[in-house]
């Protein structure tokens, strides 16, 4: 190649290379462009949806003053209304509707012509009639200074709405089924109640609207807070009663109070059955969100059997919800539903003896169960202490409620669900294995020396301990005694396997069909023992075990039905269940000869009870909670007692932490004559 074409060629490739740094950066601002358009649809888009959002939220909020920034400046009064009108509008139907719960799905934007949009969404909410779910909601959105604003019209309070449309509604609330005893006693029912309030125009004004607002406060445990709260909701007007609680007795009305009569809930045994019937709480957010068929307005069992039942009794609000012409014309129903009262429950609770049960309790820390062993029937379920299920149905103070909180009784636990090592009233059903499965001979007499007493050395420094020293003991001493180093001493003997085994025809592990809630009966914390020594302290009632006094009555039933264990039942209509064979007829009666001596016995650890002047199969129990071996912490006492395998009533009671010469033999007199009269 001449030096003259190599020239030219090379001239040539100079030429070209502009044209290939020209065309990529023509193609990157052309994309940098359209980068740049598409962020800025998706930012104006973004804004429109948060535009749509406000409004919707402003409703949910109770925000109607906030509504008109929102809306173009001119929808107002091109629908025939002010800004005020539209704020009093919203204020005066959602207030009326009780609207709760709102919320906003399916929301679409789309560009129409002239910089307009075309906005659809869909609104939820809950009303004093119920729900309204899925309203299809259309309108449209266009452009002022700059900024989104909504096009509004009635059509955005109801999608059926227009002109100067109104909303109807009529509620018929449904009566609350009540929950009666088994001899139709009410434990919860419907009455007259005394609620004290307020009429605004009668307080008076400036200082002496403050002066009598304190002095209903002061006279009625309410702070002045409370009343001028009560006073600034949205509703109130001058001549309008203000609620503020429910009181027992009226004297004396400060300026400006009045007292109106209302059908309201009713605990007639108060804080003797609170634990087990429970009080009821007014509707919030988060109940119409699990339970969207409730009406915003009215209340719901917050425990108990109110809570357990409350489908059931509260049965379904009636009433219309619907939109009118200005004349008061109906145009659209929204809503109309056919009141439903609710349903009672009966139970097969004895209300006389309940509240006997938890008076003979004392204001002391303990429960009590008492069951009809042959048909499973729970005739008392007392916890104690207690609080008053009357205010916390209808309003307590914060005083009061603190009160409770405070109190190291813990007057909110339930012990009748909570789970307890038994104690020695626990060696009935071990010494009923042991003679099932032959490893225990009640004639037996062992010599056991001292009150206390360990397998070997490997036990280091624990010891089974016991109260009487009784050189020679067979099983009716051990249990008339209450002698734990016999019971460990057999239960070692019967060995882990065959007393686990025993152990699995009762109710171990098993869920109780019943409206309580409660963790199943325990034997210990893992399958297995880990040692010797929690295997003998299974035995007389500690280790690890853990049953609740419910549990401990169905156990026990065993011992008044010749073997055959009957499951509770706390309805009148629920179905009887049994177990049948969980221990031998024979051992049964064996166990009950002893029991029996329990009582007769002068030795008996329930002798006491022979005063009654009538035959007792009884067994008391005491279980330690602490944490060395040689001190004195926590003891529950228990006590079993029934009336032998015909026993009408199956009676078992504790008593937590108790102190000295405290047990809960000594509380159980005034139950036991009732039972022995009434049910045997």
Not at 34 to 59: C, P, S, W
Not at 623 to 628: D, L, T, Y
């Amino acid at each position: 190649m001449t030096e003259h074409l190599r020239s030219q060629k090379n001239q040539k490739k100079k030429a070209f290379k502009p044209i290939f740094i020209i065309v990529p950066i023509i193609l990157l601002l052309v994309a940098g462009a359209g980068f740049i358009v598409h962020v800025t649809a998706e930012k104006k888009q973004q804004q429109r949806i948060a535009l749509v959002e406000d409004f919707t939220r402003y409703l949910a909020q109770g925000k109607y003053e906030s509504l008109p920034k929102t809306l173009l400046a001119d929808t107002a009064q091109r629908n025939g209304y002010s800004n005020k009108e539209i704020i009093e509008k919203y204020q005066n139907i959602f207030t009326a509707i009780d609207a709760k719960n709102i919320k906003m799905t399916n929301l679409k934007i789309t560009e129409q012509k002239d910089n307009k949009y075309q906005v659809t969404y869909e609104l939820s909410l809950a009303t004093a009639m119920g729900q309204l779910k899925n309203l299809k909601y259309q309108t449209y959105l266009a452009y002022e200074k700059e900024q989104p604003k909504l096009e509004w019209g009635p059509n955005l309070i109801f999608p059926q709405m227009s002109g100067k449309d109104k909303v109807s509604l009529t509620v018929d609330e449904p009566v609350r089924g009540e929950i009666l005893d088994r001899n139709n006693q009410p434990l919860a029912e419907n009455g007259q109640l005394q609620q004290l309030g307020v009429v605004p125009q009668k307080l008076g004004e400036g200082t002496e609207k403050e002066k009598n607002i304190k002095k209903i406060a002061t006279d009625y445990n309410l702070t002045e807070k409370q009343i001028t709260q009560a006073l600034e909701q949205s509703w109130v007007k001058p001549d309008y009663f203000v609620p503020l609680k429910i009181v027992d007795e009226a004297k004396g009305l400060p300026t400006g109070a009045s007292i109106k009569e209302i059908t309201g809930r009713k605990y007639p045994l108060g804080a003797a059955a609170a634990h087990l019937v429970g009080y009821l709480g007014k509707i919030t957010a988060e109940d119409l969100k699990k339970h969207p068929e409730l009406t915003s307005e009215g209340q719901i069992g917050r425990a108990g059997l109110e809570a357990a039942y409350d489908e059931t009794l509260r049965g379904k609000a009636g009433g219309k919800l619907a939109i009118t012409d200005e004349k008061g014309n109906e145009k659209t129903v929204l809503l109309e539903n056919t009141k439903q009262d609710g349903k009672t429950v009966q139970l097969t609770i004895d209300s006389t003896l309940q509240e006997l049960a938890y008076h003979a309790l004392a204001e002391k820390s303990g429960a009590t169960v008492v069951s009809a062993p042959k048909t499973g029937d729970l005739l008392a379920l007392v916890s104690s202490p207690s609080y008053d299920p009357n205010k916390m149905t209808n309003g307590i103070s914060q005083k009061d409620y603190d009160a409770y909180e405070k109190d190291e009784k813990k007057p909110f636990l339930n012990r009748l669900v909570t789970g307890y090592a038994p104690g020695s009233t626990f060696k009935t059903i071990t010494a009923a294995i042991g003679l099932d499965n032959g490893s225990l001979n009640p004639n037996e007499k062992l010599a056991i020396n001292g009150l206390k007493w360990q397998q070997d050395s490997s036990w280091g420094d624990y010891y089974v301990t016991r109260v009487a020293d009784v050189a020679s003991v067979d099983l009716k001493d051990a249990l008339v005694y209450s002698d734990n180093i016999y019971m460990a001493q057999e239960t070692l003997k019967m060995g882990e396997k065959a007393f686990r085994s025993g152990l699995d025809k009762f109710i171990f592990g098993e869920k109780m069909d019943l409206p309580l809630a409660m963790n199943p009966a325990q034997i210990s914390n893992e399958k297995s023992f880990d040692s010797k020594i929690l295997l003998a302290d299974t035995g007389y009632g500690q280790g690890q075990l853990l049953i609740n006094p419910i549990q401990q009555a169905t156990m026990y039933s065993v011992f008044a039905n010749e073997g055959t264990l009957v499951y509770p039942k706390l309805v009148t209509d629920a179905k009887e269940k049994e177990k049948t064979a969980v221990v031998k007829s024979s051992s049964v009666e064996k166990v009950n000869e002893d029991l029996k001596a329990v009582v007769s016995d002068p030795n008996g650890t329930a002798h006491s009870l022979s005063s009654l002047g009538f035959t007792l199969f009884a067994k008391t129990g005491t279980a330690e909670i602490k944490e060395k071996q040689d001190e004195r912490d926590q003891e529950n006492s228990f006590l079993l007692a029934y009336e032998g395998k015909n026993s009408g009533y199956l009676f078992i009671s504790m008593l937590e932490n108790r102190q000295d010469n405290e047990s809960a033999t000594q509380l159980a007199p005034n139950v036991l004559q009732y039972l022995h009269d009434h049910y045997e």
